[in-house]
């Protein structure tokens, strides 16, 4: 069974940074692509990025150059750094699996997914 552990949110002010992780368990890690999406309150939730098994990456437009998607496939985990943060990319963040390696932006194409990590960017 695939389960996928979200941590590293927490409040931080704008400008400032911080590093999500993603720890997995119960499948062939290296098989499955990898994502972050999030969701704002009020908001749907909507893709961050996406990372393959050996690195191609996929960002949305609102993060590039500041959020950088990466993997650990000796460890079976998986990272969101965040640099630059604003108010708007207050959310919670989840991170999803999936074999068919959909992009960030086929949300629903994503079969597994984490129970989330909040981010809060304010001063």
């Known amino acids: 069974q695939v389960q996928l552990v979200e941590s590293g949110g927490g409040s931080v002010q704008p400008g400032g940074s911080l590093r999500l992780s993603c720890a997995t368990s119960?499948?062939?890690?290296?098989?499955?692509?990898m994502g972050w999406f999030r969701q704002a309150p009020g908001k749907e939730r909507e893709g961050v990025a996406a990372?393959?098994?050996?690195?191609?990456?996929d960002y949305a437009d609102s993060v590039k150059g500041r959020f950088t998607i990466s993997r650990d496939n000796a460890k079976n985990n998986m990272y969101l750094q965040m640099d630059s943060l604003k108010p708007e990319d207050t959310a919670m963040y989840y991170c999803?699996?999936?074999?068919?390696?959909?992009?960030?932006?086929?949300?629903?194409?994503?079969?597994?997914w984490g129970q989330g990590t909040q981010v809060t960017v304010s001063s």
């Open positions: 999803a699996a999936d074999l068919t390696c959909p992009p960030h932006t086929a949300m629903a194409q994503w079969g597994h």
């Open positions: 119960g499948y062939t890690y290296l098989h499955y692509c």
């Open positions: 990372i393959s098994a050996f690195g191609p990456t």
